[in-house]
């Protein structure tokens, strides 16, 4: 029993210097972080709040990476980029009693990407006296309770620009937002507000340092305005200029580096701070993938990881925020997705046919049989025909059995 006892208070007295130091850390921490004297002037800020997923696992530096549904927060492009079909799910504890629910779905078909999606944040509210007791509204004769809630739907449209074999292309997306705060009349008469408001994003993708094999480009740029809108009831917008850059110097690590720079549209001299947030997403092994990143901005620094597990046709991803606007502890700002991937409507199967009819064309030319090669070039160029290595040998091909023609009719005797 003594040894145990023993046990017992060394594990808690390393505990308990564990967590004093993690408060010193914190309290360091949110002193060298400053404060921004702008903070707090915009309305609607569940505009704001990552729903989960990689883009929170990465601490929102996403605008470039945009591999998944977390694109509708990120950047509007990229509905255009995805692979699949995707429907997504989202539940976020986010402060104490409050919640964050959230819904993606999102399809493409060629170029053309689209997508919508829905959050909802909601906290309860039971307002008290000093003595402890609930409050009873004096307009309304009634307990001061409910729920306070603020809603975001969106809609998706994304389009690939000039994309080709050699060029990935300029792609341009859009989002038309529609935002709705209640607020019941228990609590405080005549604050319940709606809001409309849309993103703008540009991407696109290049080679750069690119130290393994892959038809996928490793390095990319964004653009992005977000939440532009007018004011509602008299406050400004969440609203911000996002650049962002996304390098894979090999297949596994993918890293991410956006600059926000707030906008208010009301007053640009309230605007808040800009910051900078850095990510990375490491895949461990096929089916998972890690991730983490810090979000540097005045007043708020936030830390983040996360872990995605993928099986077969199903994702999870479980993040977690480390946020000097609450302490240490879970579930305060764990977030879990599920994903179903719903397939790519038969894009890859085409490619991979396309790549065939190229392989089987440069067998015929191989050979000598030109008019071969160049009917299985026309063939791949009708189900691709972006790809250019097919047309641009199918035209040589021509040429040269333009030129043998011509060659034969001379050497006839007339």
């Known amino acids: ?34 404060l921004d004297q702008n903070a707090g002037l ?25 591999k998944d549904s977390g694109y ?8 255009a980029l995805l692979k699949d079909t995707e429907l997504s799910v989202y539940h976020n504890d986010w402060i104490g009693d409050s919640r964050l629910e959230g819904v993606v779905f999102t399809i493409r078909q060629g170029d053309l990407g689209l997508g919508a999606g829905a959050k909802l944040l909601y906290i309860p509210f039971d307002a008290v006296d000093n003595w402890g007791n609930r409050y009873m509204n004096s307009w309304s004769n009634s307990y001061a309770k409910g729920y306070y809630t603020e809603f975001i739907g969106t809609l998706n ?35 319940s507000a709606i809001g409309v408001m849309a993103d703008f994003g540009a991407l696109t993708k290049v ?11 490793n390095m990319a740029f964004s653009a992005v305005l977000k939440n532009i809108g007018p004011p509602v009831m008299g406050d400004p917008l969440p609203s911000s200029f996002v650049l962002g850059m ?40 096929t089916f998972w993938a890690i991730q ?77 049989n030109l008019e071969e090669a160049v009917a299985q070039w026309d063939k791949a160029l009708q189900i691709l025909p972006t790809f250019l290595p097919a047309k641009e040998l199918r035209d040589t091909a021509q040429k040269a059995i333009e030129l043998r023609n011509r060659m034969q009719d001379n050497q006839k005797i007339e």
């Open 157 to 191: 449209a994304a389009y690939t620009f000039f994309g080709n074999y050699y060029f990935h292309g300029v792609t341009l997306g859009t989002n038309l937002k529609f935002a709705q705060r209640g607020v019941p009349d228990a609590i405080a008469r005549d604050q």
């Open 246 to 285: 996304a390098y894979s110097p090999i297949r596994p690590l993918t890293l991410s580096v956006d600059g926000t720079f707030p906008m208010n549209l009301k007053d640009s001299a309230l605007s808040e701070s800009p910051s900078v947030a850095t990510g990375m997403n490491l895949a461990m092994t």
């Open 292 to 368: 983490s990143g810090i979000d540097f901005k005045i007043g708020r620094p936030r830390a983040t990881m996360g872990s995605t597990v993928s099986l077969d046709k199903l994702t999870l991803n479980v993040s977690y925020v480390i946020d000097l606007m609450t302490t240490v502890g879970l579930p305060d700002r764990l977030a879990v997705e599920v994903k179903i991937d719903l397939g790519d409507l038969g894009r890859q199967e085409a490619e991979d046919r396309a790549r065939e009819l190229y392989l089987n064309g440069l067998d015929a030319y191989a050979k000598g």
């Open 42 to 66: 915009t309305t609607f800020l569940t505009l704001i709040i990552p729903p989960g997923g990689m883009y929170q696992g990465m601490a929102t530096a996403y605008s470039a990476v945009v």
């Open 1 to 34: 029993m003594k040894r145990f006892l023993t046990v017992l208070f060394l594990v808690l007295s390393c505990a308990s210097a564990w967590t004093q130091g993690l408060e010193d850390w914190y309290a360091a921490v949110s002193e060298a972080a400053g």
């Open 207 to 217: 080679n750069f340092a690119k130290f393994y094999p892959s038809r996928e480009r």
């Open 72 to 79: 509708l927060e990120a950047n509007p492009a990229g509905s």
